[in-house]
């Protein structure tokens, strides 16, 4: 999730939190996808800033990189061994093998803390 | 294999109820240009079940609403019709499986979080590629693979042997059912979408998740869970039914015009959505 001022946030993005009026009345809720138009209202409404989901809205929103030393395990290896004459698909496996091991580790932090 | 086996398993897919008609109706109300959330409203509060669904589904923490929404019309309002149609579609179709026991549950549930990882790859891809309708390509990837599920609880000596066949001989589920149904699941899936009268870009692009480009003009939606499917199997998401990670058709990638550098940030959501919704479910 990323805090963005309302002149970095882009068309596409994802909004992560719900955002609202001094009011407190709903403009737009969270889960939605944002466009010209939204930004405009949020304009006119005072939002000063508002929180987007942090990967796949696009440029400008990549998750920080992930440690190189998330190789692809054997079992992983042995699901694309038919495949893995295309580099797409050896692109996703790499990806596929970093991704997982991070979110081992969200996990682990996550009963570290409880 | 014959026609004859062909024509029998669609013979027994003809035999498969309709989706509750409740449903139907919503699905053709949510269609409609000129309908209102008034008028779902009143489809919605005469059932029940969907009601309480619903709005359990807005007081979740998925949705983060920080009041309470106590009416149909107001969740309506919040979510947005397509969601709507999405969560009572999906819920509806769960239903209309029986539960059954031990291994046959374990193996549908399985199947179930693939299908659920799939939805949430579509629509992330979607997300990425700037696409607009993303409830419509969460669905499609949620019903995917609604023809394995079919062959399970209907054809279930039949898919006795289809699975021997994968774990045997190291086939692709696809290859294994032509050899033993003479059919894939994509096209029995189809055949189901056409009588359930689900809207016919989603009967296409459940037909053609393993061909894309047969798809014609929904072709870029066919990609995209075709991309979606990969990506759930790479993560371990569920279970599809087979060990091996089916390739990437050449004319679907050039179709998304992705870069490999976007599958980080869209396995990366992929992740975080599919535990959010795992654990609201469970």
């Not at chain 2, 709507?84 to 769960?94: K, Q």
């Not at chain 2, 006795?160 to 899936?189: D, F, P, Y």
Request: proline fraction near 5%; glycine fraction near 6%; include cysteine.
């Amino acid at each position: 999730m990323l805090v963005l001022n309302l002149d970095e946030v882009k068309p596409g993005m994802i909004l992560a939190k719900s955002v609202f009026t001094h009011q407190e009345r709903l403009l737009l809720e969270a889960g939605r996808r944002l466009t010209e138009r939204h930004l405009h209202i949020f304009k006119s409404w005072g939002v000063a800033a508002v929180e987007v989901k942090g990967a796949a809205a696009g440029e400008g929103a990549m998750p920080a990189a992930a440690p190189e030393s998330d190789p692809p395990d054997a079992a992983l290896r042995e699901k694309f061994s038919d495949v893995l004459s295309d580099p797409v698909m050896q692109a996703i496996m790499e990806a596929a093998a970093r991704q997982r091991a991070a979110r081992a580790r969200r996990q682990k932090g996550r009963h570290g803390r409880s | 294999m014959g026609e004859a086996d062909l024509s029998r398993v669609i013979a027994r897919v003809e035999d498969l109820p309709t989706l509750p008609r409740t449903v139907l109706r919503i699905t053709e109300l949510v269609n409609d240009p000129k309908a209102s959330a008034k008028d779902l409203a009143i489809i919605i509060t005469e059932d029940q079940v969907l009601t309480a669904r619903l709005l359990k589904l807005v007081n979740s923490s998925f949705y983060g609403f920080p009041q309470p929404v106590a009416t149909v019309t107001a969740a309506i309002v919040l979510v947005g019709f397509d969601a709507i149609r999405n969560l009572l579609l999906t819920s509806s179709v769960l239903d209309f499986f029986p539960v059954r026991r031990g291994k046959v549950r374990r193996e549908q549930e399985s199947l179930w979080d693939h299908s659920l990882g799939c939805a949430i790859g579509a629509k992330a891809i979607g997300a990425f590629l700037r696409q607009e309708k993303l409830e419509e390509l969460f669905v499609a990837g949620l019903l995917h693979d609604i023809g394995k599920i079919v062959e399970m609880m209907f054809l279930p000596a039949e898919f006795g042997r289809v699975m021997e066949k994968v774990r045997e001989n190291g086939l692709l589920i696809s290859a294994a059912e032509e050899e033993v149904l003479g059919v894939t699941h994509a096209e029995i899936g189809r055949q189901l979408a056409e009588r359930w009268k689900l809207p016919p870009k989603l009967a296409e692009v459940i037909a053609w998740h393993h061909r894309p480009a047969a798809a014609g003009p929904f072709a870029q939606e066919a990609a995209i869970v075709h991309l979606a499917d990969i990506l759930t199997r790479s993560l371990d998401l569920g279970f599809g039914g087979d060990r091996k990670i089916p390739p990437l058709d050449q004319g679907a990638w050039e179709l998304l015009r992705l870069k490999p550098a976007a599958f980080n940030a869209i396995m990366s959501d992929m992740l975080t959505e599919f535990d959010d919704i795992r654990s609201f479910l469970g």
